[in-house]
T-cell receptor, first 109, second 115 residues
Framework: GEDVEQSLFLSVREGDSSVINCTYTDSSSTYLYWYKQEPGAGLQLLTYIFSNMDMKQDQRLTVLLNKKDKHLSLRIADTQTGDSAIYFCAERAGNQFYFGTGTSLTVIP | DTGVSQDPRHKITKRGQNVTFRCDPISEHNRLYWYRQTLGQGPEFLTYFQNEAQLEKSRLLSDRFSAERPKGSFSTLEIQRTEQGDSAMYLC?????????????FGSGTRLTVV
C-alpha cells in the first residue's frame, strides 16, 4: 500500500500556530486530505486539497502542498484547547484512503 | 439522520469466540467502508461495498473475516475464531459516490478487545 508519514506528537501553547507535517508516496494522488480524531470519536474531515493547488485556506486552517517533495502541511492559526486531537493526513489511491499514523496535538493553556 | 452509527461501541471477547459488528451508514450513501485502526496507527482499509456488492477486499481481511451488506443499507462485519491480534478499533464509513470531494463520514467505531 501507500506510505504516509507523520510525526507522532506536537505540543503548542494556546493562541500560537500549529503546523502538522506529512509526507506521502503516491505522486498520482489527486486529492489529499486532513482528518481530525477526538478521543473516542470517529474521524472528521477537516479539509482537502486538489493536487494542482499549492495552498488552500479555510478559516483558521491553511493547507500547503509541495507536490515535488510530496509534502503536505496543515497550519492551525490561533490554536485553541478544543483543537487538541489526533490529526491524520490521507492520500487517495483508487477507491481507498491511505492514512498516516496521526499526529497527536496537545494544546497547553 | 444523525450520521454513521456503529454497534456495539465496545466488545470484550475471549480468544476463539466469534463476534459481529453492525454499521448503519447515512441513509442516502451508497458506499460503505470498513477500516481497522490499531493503537498509534492510522486506519487501514479492510473492504468496501457499493450498494450490496462487495467490490474490494484488503489482504488484511483474512478468511476469518466476513462482511455483508445484504440490502445495500446496514452492514455487518463478523470475525470468527478471534485472536488477540484482532484487538483494534473497527471503523465504518460511508459516502455518496466516491467521496472524493467530501471524504467519508466515519462512525465512532467499535473497540474490540480479545482476552
Amino acid at each position: 500500500g501507500e506510505d504516509v508519514e507523520q510525526s507522532l506528537f506536537l505540543s503548542v501553547r494556546e493562541g500560537d500556530s500549529s503546523v502538522i507535517n506529512c509526507t506521502y508516496t503516491d505522486s498520482s494522488s489527486t486529492y489529499l486530505y486532513w482528518y481530525k480524531q477526538e478521543p473516542g470519536a470517529g474521524l472528521q474531515l477537516l479539509t482537502y486539497i486538489f493536487s494542482n493547488m499549492d495552498m488552500k485556506q479555510d478559516q483558521r486552517l491553511t493547507v500547503l502542498l509541495n507536490k515535488k517533495d510530496k509534502h503536505l502541511s496543515l497550519r492551525i492559526a490561533d490554536t485553541q484547547t478544543g483543537d487538541s486531537a489526533i490529526y491524520f493526513c490521507a492520500e487517495r489511491a483508487g477507491n481507498q484512503f491511505y492514512f498516516g499514523t496521526g499526529t497527536s496535538l496537545t494544546v497547553i493553556p | 439522520d444523525t450520521g454513521v452509527s456503529q454497534d456495539p461501541r465496545h466488545k470484550i471477547t475471549k480468544r476463539g469466540q466469534n463476534v459481529t459488528f453492525r454499521c448503519d451508514p447515512i441513509s442516502e450513501h451508497n458506499r460503505l467502508y470498513w477500516y481497522r485502526q490499531t493503537l498509534g496507527q492510522g486506519p487501514e482499509f479492510l473492504t468496501y461495498f457499493q450498494n450490496e456488492a462487495q467490490l474490494e477486499k484488503s489482504r488484511l481481511l483474512s478468511d476469518r473475516f466476513s462482511a455483508e451488506r445484504p440490502k445495500g443499507s446496514f452492514s455487518t462485519l463478523e470475525i470468527q475464531r478471534t485472536e488477540q491480534g484482532d484487538s483494534a478499533m473497527y471503523l465504518c464509513a460511508s459516502s455518496l459516490g466516491s467521496g472524493i470531494y467530501y471524504g467519508y463520514t466515519f462512525g465512532s467505531g467499535t473497540r474490540l478487545t480479545v482476552v
